[in-house]
């Protein structure tokens, strides 16, 4: 049996939604049990975007999500991380979330899980990748192994179309107003991201 928990963090939805396909991912292999949180929110967040309608709804989508706790990472045999661009990188809602896992750095708790991101920008080129990339290096710290995201699973990948995924991180692209929902096959990816995250989890355990 391998544990896979999802833990992301989502402003108006998008890495919401890629993390419940995700989720479902991960239920389709044998043997691995899925648990989906989310990590808190700064007052100071809270404060100025519960202006946005968008923002509202979102969060009221996601009550019934519990919050990310640093035994949900000790329990988890893998981790896939729900992370929106924010300025080209993750948001300081994450950021803040391990930084005060540093003792769970220190006893060396996530050596050897394996790790993977999904992650969501407005345009095409407005982070889907230097998010990803950038998030890999704290995972490394950690001594996580990370797990990407394959051509040879994703036909999706070869498409013109303006859609996420990339061999980095299963992705959305929310377009510029962020209205578009996540697409089927962004979905789908994020699925497959699940189930491979889920697949290297079970073969690692107790082997690393
Ligand atoms: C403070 C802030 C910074 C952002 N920076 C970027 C950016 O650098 N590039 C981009 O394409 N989108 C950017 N966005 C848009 C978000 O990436 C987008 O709203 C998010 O991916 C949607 O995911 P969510 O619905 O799960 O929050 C930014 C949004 C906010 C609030």
Redesign the pocket.
């Known amino acids: 049996m391998a544990n896979v928990l999802v833990v ?11 993390a419940l396909a995700a989720a479902e991912g991960v239920k389709q292999v044998d043997g691995t049990e899925v648990k989906v949180v989310k990590v808190p929110e700064f007052e100071i967040t809270k404060k100025y ?1 519960s202006q946005q309608d968008a923002y509202v709804k ?1 969060q009221e989508a996601q009550e019934d999500i519990p919050e990310a706790t640093q035994d949900d990472l000790k329990w988890a045999d893998g981790i896939v991380w ?1 992370i ?5 990188m993750m ?1 300081a809602q994450m950021k803040q979330f391990l930084d005060s896992a540093g003792g769970l750095w220190a006893n060396g708790d996530l050596e050897g899980k394996a790790t993977a991101v999904i ?10 990748e230097s998010t990803a990339i950038t998030s890999f290096v704290p995972f490394m710290h950690f001594g996580m192994i990370y797990v990407g995201l394959p051509y040879g699973e994703n036909p999706e990948q070869m498409t013109a179309e303006g859609i996420g995924g990339s061999p980095y991180a299963a992705s ?1 692209v ?1 377009g510029p107003d ?1 209205s578009k929902q996540p697409a089927d096959g962004e979905k789908q990816m994020a699925s497959r991201l699940g189930a491979r995250v889920a697949k290297v989890a079970k073969a690692l355990k107790g082997n690393i």
Do not use: D
């Open positions: 992301y963090y989502s402003s108006y939805g998008h890495i919401h939604e890629m975007m979102a729900g929106p661009t924010r300025f080209g948001p992650t969501s920008s407005n345009t095409i080129h407005g982070g889907q959305t929310a962020g």
